[in-house]
């Protein structure tokens, strides 16, 4: 099944829930499990920052500060593809 039978909001919403939801599994099993034990280092996540923190946009008569990064983890990528298996084969 193609995806131009869908819509692009189903497709990221979907996409995204699965991440989300692999998210709160993999910070659920890293709360759980000690941090010096092999299994303990699987669920531990990455952080991927893209604008690093403390980032000022300074224009004179505003200055805006912000950061983006994201927090990757063996759960949320296997949410990601679960969620795309969902979107493949139901419909």
């Known amino acids: 099944m193609s995806t ?3 819509s692009i909001r189903l497709i990221l919403l979907v ?3 699965g991440c989300l939801f692999g998210t ?3 910070n659920f099993f890293s709360a759980m499990l000690s941090k010096d034990t092999v299994i ?3 669920f531990e996540s990455q952080t991927v920052t893209i604008v690093p923190e ?3 946009l300074d ?3 505003l200055k805006v500060g912000f ?3 994201f927090d990757i983890g063996v759960l949320s ?3 990601i593809l679960i969620a795309w298996y969902f979107l493949r084969y139901f419909r």
């Open 77 to 79: 990528v296997l949410g």
């Open 67 to 69: 950061s983006f990064g």
């Open 24 to 26: 709160v599994l993999n």
């Open 40 to 42: 303990g280092k699987l």
């Open 54 to 56: 403390n980032s000022i």
């Open 59 to 61: 224009l004179g008569i």
């Open 4 to 6: 131009k039978s869908r």
């Open 15 to 17: 996409t995204f829930s």
